[in-house]
C-alpha cells in the first residue's frame, strides 16, 4: 500500500469512489485549441469543423440532462411551464394506459430537486433524470 499517489483528477469520481482524499493540487491545466492564421486547406478545415462539433456536443450533453416520466395526457401543458426552454419532448403510449404516456425529454436547464417536485405535483409517475454523455444538435 502506498502512503500517497498522484493522479490526474477531472471530476473527482475515481477519489470518491476509493475513499481518497486530494491532500495538495501540484498543477492546475485546461486544454485549449489554438488555430493557425493561415487559411486551412478544405481537409483540415472539414477536420476542424468535426473536432469542434464534437466537444460542442460533449459540452452541451455536460449541461443536459435526460428526463423520463409518467403522466396523465391532460397535464403534458404544464411540463413547458416546468422546463420553458426545451424542444418538443417525445410522447409516447403507455401500454394499456389510455389516458397515460410516457414522456421523453432533454433539458439544458439545471434539474433541481425542486424542479422533480413540480414534476410530482402535476401526476408525473416513475421519473428518471439521467446524465448524457454525447449529443448532437
Known amino acids: 500500500m502506498a502512503d500517497a499517489i498522484c493522479d490526474l483528477v477531472s471530476s473527482g469520481r475515481t477519489l470518491e469512489e476509493n475513499h481518497l482524499r486530494e491532500v495538495v493540487t501540484l498543477l492546475k491545466s485546461e486544454a485549449v ?3 493557425s ?8 478545415k472539414a477536420t476542424l469543423d468535426l473536432l469542434l462539433r464534437r466537444m460542442q456536443g ?13 403522466i396523465e395526457k391532460n397535464a403534458l401543458v404544464a411540463i ?8 418538443a419532448p417525445t410522447i409516447l403510449p403507455l401500454a394499456g394506459q389510455e389516458n397515460k404516456v410516457a414522456v421523453h425529454l432533454v433539458s439544458a436547464e439545471a434539474v433541481f430537486w425542486s424542479t422533480l417536485e413540480k414534476l410530482k405535483a ?16
Open 37 to 44: 492564421s493561415k487559411i486551412l486547406t478544405d481537409e483540415k
Open 33 to 35: 485549441l489554438i488555430q
Open 58 to 70: 460533449v459540452l452541451k450533453a455536460k449541461e443536459s440532462k435526460y428526463i423520463l416520466f409518467h
Open 80 to 87: 413547458k411551464e416546468i422546463f420553458p426552454g426545451i424542444e
Open 122 to 137: 402535476i401526476g408525473a409517475s416513475s421519473i428518471l433524470v439521467l446524465p448524457i454523455e454525447k449529443m448532437m444538435s
